[in-house]
């Protein structure tokens, strides 16, 4: 497939439950990418990583954080989740050797109710 | 930060017209400008990008504009068939190890 597979695809959470999603690559590219997709308002950028241990936040970031121990994983946790943070979660990766295009996984369905 | 603007929001075109889409960016300095097409339910995919060096790129029924005194782009689709009926966003970013932005989408309906 794209090399890049995230889980779960989808999850329904109570409100104040911590909730991780996982992102898993198998390109071996330096650049991983979470973003989150609302109607309306597109694809926000939530959290980044350019390599192992090293991120930053994006646009949306407040209540998420993010965690790359190895070059394959890239891990998003909502700390707290809240029914605000009901959304499709993209996560997707980059390679500049490969030009700057992302891949995108399949998504993650979160709903908190 | 740059911000991408993206028009319209929605568009519906009969079976074999042409379709345009417009996007604007505030960065002068952004250089590489992709479009993704996103069917309903899947991933965005990467249809057609552009970098700054360049004002226009062709793959076949997709061509992507680009002005950069205007700093706006442009994604033309002709001889649109109903499979071109998805979610397009365009996006800009600064370098290869800047975070894309992305406009809010345009949803494409092609009518048979």
């Known amino acids: 497939d794209a090399g890049i597979t995230q889980s779960p695809r989808h999850k329904v959470t109570e409100t104040g439950t911590p909730v991780t999603l996982r992102c898993h690559q198998t390109?071996?590219?330096?650049?991983m990418y979470w973003y989150r997709q609302d109607p309306g308002h597109g694809l926000r950028l939530i959290h980044y990583?350019?390599?192992?241990?090293?991120?930053d936040k994006g646009e949306v970031s407040d209540g998420y954080s993010v965690s790359r121990s190895k070059t394959e994983d890239f891990l998003l946790t909502l700390e707290s989740a809240t029914s605000s943070q009901t959304s499709v979660y993209f996560c997707?990766?980059?390679?500049?050797?490969?030009?700057?295009?992302?891949?995108f996984g399949s998504g993650t369905r979160l709903t908190v109710v | 930060g740059e911000n991408v603007e993206q028009h319209p929001s929605t568009l519906s075109v009969q079976e074999g017209d042409s379709a345009v889409i417009k996007c604007t960016y505030s960065?002068?300095?952004?250089?590489?400008f992709p479009w993704y097409k996103q069917e309903l339910g899947k991933r965005p995919q990467l249809i057609i990008d552009?970098?700054?060096?360049?004002g226009e790129k062709k793959d076949q029924r997709i061509a992507v504009t680009l002005n950069k005194t205007a700093k706006h782009f442009s994604l033309h689709i002709t001889e649109t068939q109903p499979e071109d009926s998805a979610v397009y966003f365009c996006?800009?970013?600064?370098?290869?190890?800047?975070?894309?932005?992305f406009g809010k989408g345009t949803r494409l309906s092609v009518i048979a």
């Open positions: 390109e071996n590219h330096r650049y």
């Open positions: 996006a800009a970013s600064l370098s290869g190890n800047t975070p894309l932005v």
């Open positions: 990583s350019y390599g192992v241990k090293d991120t």
């Open positions: 552009i970098r700054s060096n360049v």
């Open positions: 960065d002068s300095a952004s250089n590489y």
């Open positions: 997707a990766i980059s390679d500049l050797t490969g030009g700057y295009g992302y891949t």
